[in-house]
């Protein structure tokens, strides 16, 4: 079992540009969750899908952010027009649908956006 | 939209104190509350959890207190060790698995 698989694991973006962060959630796992991490905010919700379905994306900024699930091997987060604030470590995390359990985390992508 | 608020951001013990580490929670439908331990350069991994049918839930030098009335729980940790300095971060579920997590305690043991 490898864990939960996030590449790539540093991505530097120019400001504007587009990114796409990749997650393969451990094998079983039907619940996947997106955070975000700073110093300020700390572990920030962005999004859930249990099962691939969107359930909450209640933390994710509208705009900018989207993201997928096309299938039970891997979730893709994507950043439009990519800006400084977003700079961050982005966390991807799965775990099993049975009642609340535990949630692994991968090792996460640093974005930086310069 | 913060609903789980934690405190202190940093705490700094000697070795063999006890560490205490603050948390509150405002959505009475969470019946879940783990916390979670990250390590530099590491992950967040699962440290210890408890459900509201406990007030009390201990694993070694771990024990997180609960008290449902005024929606705060904390965790203790007994003994401390410099190997145990990392950010500590609580969390709060309801049965839907989406995790709600703190904003971190990042302690410090010194020896």
């Known amino acids: 079992n490898a864990g939960v698989i996030q590449t790539p694991r540093h991505k530097v973006t120019g400001k504007g540009q587009e990114a796409t962060l990749w997650c393969e959630p451990i094998s079983g796992h039907s619940a996947v969750f997106w955070y975000r991490q700073t110093i300020v905010q700390g572990l920030e919700f962005l999004t859930y899908f249990r099962n691939q379905a969107p359930i909450d994306d209640s933390g994710m900024p509208k705009e900018r952010f989207s993201a997928q699930m096309p299938n039970q091997s891997h979730s893709t987060l994507k950043i439009q027009s990519t800006q400084p604030q977003d700079s961050a470590v982005y966390l991807c995390?799965?775990?099993?649908?049975?009642?609340?359990?535990?949630?692994?985390f991968g090792k996460g992508t640093r974005l930086t956006v310069v | 939209q913060q609903q789980v608020r934690q405190s202190p951001q940093s705490l700094t013990v000697w070795e063999g104190e006890t560490a205490i580490l603050n948390c509150s929670y405002e959505?009475?439908?969470?019946?879940?509350f783990p916390w979670y331990h990250q390590f530099p350069g590491e992950s967040p991994a699962l440290l210890i959890a408890i459900r509201p049918v406990s007030n009390k839930k201990e694993d070694g030098r771990f024990t997180i207190f609960f008290n449902k009335r005024e929606k705060k729980f904390s965790l203790h940790i007994a003994d401390s060790q410099p190997g145990d300095s990392a950010t500590y971060f609580c969390a709060a579920s309801p049965n839907t698995n989406k995790v709600v997590f703190g904003t971190g305690t990042r302690l410090q043991v010194l020896p």
């Open positions: 995390a799965s775990s099993t649908v049975w009642g609340n359990t535990e949630v692994f």
């Open positions: 959505d009475s439908t969470f019946d879940y």
